[in-house]
């Protein structure tokens, strides 16, 4: 058995992003387990055109590690390139091992013990589960999909030899519930169509598309307020139409709302955050159901300046209506429309994998020590010694970037070297940090006209005030 004074369980944008702030702190007794042979987390198994992070570039970049010109890009690509550099920096492959933990036991010490696939057992005084949220890949059941003859693909199990250049693919996506709809298959589409004869996007649920957010160069900013000036006169046009129905008192503030739309990278979020505030206070169950289902807060946001090339080349069509069968050489919508394709790629993402998942003794779900656990407390934990963390979007909406994970991953470092530069054992936090963080998570879900749940997977946070609870305060924590 080998000991060392952290383990980190995924080599992922989460991993990476601990394993650099612990060098920095000093702390380099570090041991990283992944079942990948190399550093990239699930970047390295995104082999899908148009595969790229949920965020932006800027949103993707941590604040203490600029990006390179060869690393200018949210790709996937780019992505493992950026990260494999900052892990060499921290000399993170010479502590990876390719392995999956199985069993993890804590004893009364606080120190954790990980059983591993292969037999052998890695000792650790602090545990970082940096796993991400994403599990298994979703495959839809939909009536004859066995019998389709062309190619079949997912997103998250791509096969780069298969050629689909000058045929007709069929882009599915995954119903969802709710409001918010899914993103993945809006650059896999825009990427397809680049090659393809014609890409038919079916997606019932479908986002709002917005164009790319600059990087945070004052140049870019300067040159994209056109885009965004124009973005934000569509969203001030939806809500003059909702404020017709709202009474005399609720015009001003819903004014004021609609002036903060003015150009800025981002500001559209916050005035759509008020606009559904004001909305839920005025408005008729029915009028409140249509303002929803207009909203990019409610309906989802994506960035993809390519989707707008297709459709503008006539390549790619988007029809918002679901399937209702699959024949061996056509998808058959609802209303009974054969359309002939010669391919057919599932955008329909991953299940929801928590921290722990799979892991005997922390797997919320066969009552582990992490079932108990609220996604959004990230390192602020109910367990001893242990703390999570993920990569950007992982667990947020628009704003879950990585300053904010950046915030966490420097968090769990400094608390690591003041326990074991002060002779401490165990670190926990206070359960008045626990009840704090919970409060601000379900009121800010209160605002936004959202059940109130401080484990739900996305809220609507914002980025200061994740950034300076993601920090931490001295009297949040109790050494032991």
Excluded: K
Excluded at 191 to 219: G, H, K, N, Y
Aim: net charge negative; with cysteine.
């Amino acid at each position: 058995m080998t000991r060392h004074t952290v383990a980190v369980i995924g080599a992922g944008f989460g991993g990476v992003s601990v394993v650099d702030a612990l060098a920095r702190h000093g702390i380099h007794d570090v041991v990283v387990v992944d079942e990948r042979a190399g550093i990239g987390g699930r970047w390295l198994d995104r082999l899908d055109p148009g595969a790229r992070s949920r965020s932006s570039l800027s949103e993707s970049t941590l604040p203490d590690h600029p990006r390179t010109r060869a690393e200018s890009s949210p790709s996937a690509e780019a992505m493992r390139a950026y990260l494999q550099r900052i892990a060499a920096w921290a000399s993170m492959g010479e502590r990876l091992l390719a392995d999956r933990v199985t069993t993890a036991t804590q004893g009364e010490d606080g120190a954790w013990t990980l059983a591993l696939e292969s037999g052998d057992t890695v000792a650790a005084q602090f545990l970082v589960l940096a796993t991400g949220l994403e599990g298994d890949p979703v495959i839809p059941e939909i009536r004859g999909m066995d019998a389709f003859e062309g190619p079949l693909l997912h997103t998250h199990v791509w096969d780069p030899t298969e050629d689909l250049a000058g045929r007709h693919v069929a882009v599915l996506t995954h119903p969802t519930t709710g409001h918010l709809a899914p993103l993945d298959h809006v650059h896999a589409a825009a990427a397809l169509a680049e090659t393809a004869s014609r890409v038919t996007v079916f997606s019932p649920d479908q986002p709002w598309i917005l164009p790319e957010r600059p990087s945070t160069d004052p140049v870019d900013l300067f040159l994209s307020n056109a885009r965004v000036r124009a973005a934000g006169s569509r969203a001030r046009r939806m809500n003059q139409v909702v404020r017709a129905a709202l009474p005399a008192p609720a015009q001003a503030p819903w004014e004021v709302a609609e002036t903060v739309l003015r150009p800025s990278p981002m500001p559209w979020q916050r005035a759509m955050h008020d606009a559904t505030h004001l909305a839920r206070q005025h408005l008729d169950p029915v009028t409140l159901e249509h303002h929803h289902a207009s909203t990019p807060v409610s309906r989802g946001t994506v960035r993809c300046e390519t989707w707008f090339h297709g459709v503008a080349r006539d390549r790619l069509h988007l029809l918002r209506i679901g399937i209702h069968r699959i024949t061996p050489d056509a998808v058959v919508d609802v209303n009974g429309t054969r359309h002939r394709v010669d391919a057919i790629v599932l955008a329909t993402g991953t299940e929801p994998a928590g921290p722990g998942s799979g892991i005997d003794g922390l797997d919320p779900t066969t009552g582990g020590l992490l079932a108990e656990w609220s996604p959004h407390l990230g390192t602020i934990g109910r367990v001893a010694n242990l703390m999570v963390t993920g990569g950007p979007a992982s667990d947020l909406p628009v704003g879950g970037d990585a300053e904010v994970f950046g915030a966490r991953a420097d968090l769990v470092a400094r608390l690591v070297a003041a326990t074991v530069h002060r002779g401490a054992r165990t670190v926990r936090a206070t359960p008045d940090a626990v009840g704090r963080w919970e409060r601000r998570v379900t009121g800010l879900q209160g605002e936004a006209g959202l059940e109130r749940d401080p484990g739900a997977i996305m809220w609507p946070g914002v980025r200061r005030d994740l950034v300076r609870l993601l920090r931490g305060d001295p009297d949040d924590f109790v050494l032991g």
